[in-house]
Nanobody
Framework: QLVESGGDSVQAGESRKLSCKLSEDITDRYCVAWFRQVPGKERIRVAI??????IKYGESVKGRFSLFAENAETVNLQMDKLKPEDTATYYCAADWIAWRCQGIPSDLRYWGQGTAVTVSA
């Protein structure tokens, strides 16, 4: 129901755009969020777009990443000034229930398969 794309290997300082395409049955969602995860560590939220248009970013990506809806079915994560520590698998998630959007990652019910980003120094 969610499909991510855009992951690749890049050099530090470069930009990359990730896309999350949502199936029609969840386009009327309360939120769409991007998470990232490295092996052995917990999944961390990078940014979240709420239905009211509000966006929140994780501290480590503020000023470098931008989340925006291209249309009702596609939500993009523009990543600029990439750093090696941004290396991770990035996941898109969505839900139409508010408390699930504000909780821990496992509260969200709809996930993509992930797309890998590798940033070399």
């Amino acid at each position: 129901q969610l499909v991510e794309s855009g992951g690749d290997s890049v050099q530090a300082g470069e930009s990359r755009k990730l896309s999350c395409k949502l199936s029609e049955d969840i386009t009327d969602r309360y939120c769409v969020a991007w998470f990232r995860q490295v092996p052995g560590k917990e999944r961390i939220r990078v940014a979240i777009l709420n239905r009211d248009g509000s966006i929140k970013y994780g501290e480590s990506v503020k000023g470098r990443f931008s989340l925006f809806a291209e249309n009702a079915e596609t939500v993009n994560l523009q990543m600029d000034k990439l750093k090696p520590e941004d290396t991770a698998t990035y996941y898109c998630a969505a839900d139409w229930i508010a408390w699930r959007c504000q909780g821990i990652p496992s509260d969200l019910r709809y996930w993509g398969q992930g797309t890998a980003v590798t940033v070399s120094a």
